[in-house]
């Protein structure tokens, strides 16, 4: 697999890139860094290395006619236009599963550290203010009433560890999952206004801008939580900040944003929110078992064998 071009349109991480460059010839964000260069090598590209923030557009697509596939290191491909690669037969790949556990983790994290004031209680007793009297009492987690929008692999992950805490689990999606013992409201409001915690993981794009705007927040309501470790523009950023302000809701705990790595002063300002930076994923052994399903999806469409991880819409 020497002689076969890869474009790496991100930054892989060592180990990845490590593989990467022991098997293909890569060029590293050549359409960024240089472009005559990239001119030269473009019509040989035959494969894309994608993070799940990378962003692969029509535009790039067509200027690579010996393109086959795009193969992304995350399980989110929304930045990634699959229907212009569809369209000229161009395959893409991503990393379900190996992730679950610990965008799991990461949502029941947020959800803890907000309703319990763990970061509020570290920065209280760093600043020495303990001696001055207690910190107000938090939100109790365990059973509480927990709401689910999106009950796909990660959803479903999120709430087997919400029935320890002895939660009520309920959710939304795009459709019922009867063989779930879960109650299913048919939008995120009507969720909302059942739920004490609303923990957001749903994939981002067009049919999830902005579903948890004001009218979602309000139905959550001054004593609810909102948890988003999905994608940015899944959330109104503006409502979710006013909000926060008003006191319609209590509080937020939030991995992802609308314009990473910004975070609006605002968010950044508030003692009842919990801010992350994109980690949901970020752990070694679960970073490295993405990078290898990235590399073995490449591996295997140039051996001639079935992709092991396409996306549903390259099935
Ligand atoms: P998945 O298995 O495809 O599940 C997605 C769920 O979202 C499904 O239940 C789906 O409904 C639901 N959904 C899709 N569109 C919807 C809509 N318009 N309204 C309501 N529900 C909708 O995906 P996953 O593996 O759980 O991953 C979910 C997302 O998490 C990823 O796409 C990514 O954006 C995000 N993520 C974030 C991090 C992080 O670092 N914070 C890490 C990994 C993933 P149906 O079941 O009815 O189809």
Redesign the pocket.
Known sequence: MSDIDVLSVTNPPPYLLEKLNAAFRMHQRLHETDPAAFEQVAPKIRAIAAS?ESKVSAELIARLPALQVISVM???Y?GIDVAAAKARGVKVTHT?DV??DD?ADLAIALMLAVARQVVRSDRFVRAGDWPQGPLALGRKVSGGRIGI???????QAIARRAAAFGMQIAY????AKPELPLTYYPSAATLAAQSDFLVV????GA??RK?IDADVLNALGKDGYLIN???GSVVDQSALVAALQAGTIAGAGL??FEAEPEVPKELREMENVVLTS????ATTQTRRAMADLTFDNLEAHFAGKPLLTPVPECR
């Open positions: 799940g995350g399980v989110g929304d379900p992730l679950n965008v929008v999106g009950m796909g692999r990660i959803g939304t999606a795009r459709s993981i749903t994939p981002g049919a999830t579903l470790v999905a994608r991995d992802v994109h980690i949901g994923s």
